[in-house]
């Protein structure tokens, strides 16, 4: 029986054989959901999936792309949003 703090839905199962050839299970978190654009929902390259702890251990440059709005738009909507500004500017 598992122990409660495994039995929720954020722990994945991954199963391992042991010596004696008797299979044991081992439990992981899953993988966080990739970023995605705030405007249009794109996923975005250049951005680490991983949980907090993991990505607060990153350097600053690892942690998103190098541009206006890196992390958060795709460059198209980056792109899109600048012409739409130099226009009505």
């Given at each position: 029986m598992p122990a409660p703090r495994y039995k929720s839905g954020s722990s994945k199962k991954v199963?391992?054989?042991?010596?004696?050839n008797?299979?044991?299970?081992?439990?992981?978190?899953?993988?966080?959901s990739k970023a995605v654009c705030g405007a249009c929902g794109a996923l975005l390259n250049?951005?680490?999936r991983?949980?907090?702890v993991e990505i607060t251990k990153l350097?600053?440059?690892e942690k998103r792309p190098e541009r206006a709005f890196g992390g958060n738009l795709c460059?198209?909507?980056v792109k899109k949003m600048m012409v739409a500004k130099a226009r009505n500017f």
């Open positions: 199963y391992r054989k042991a010596p004696g008797s299979s044991i299970v081992h439990y992981r978190r899953k993988k966080q250049g951005v680490p991983g949980r907090a350097a600053k440059t460059p198209k909507c």
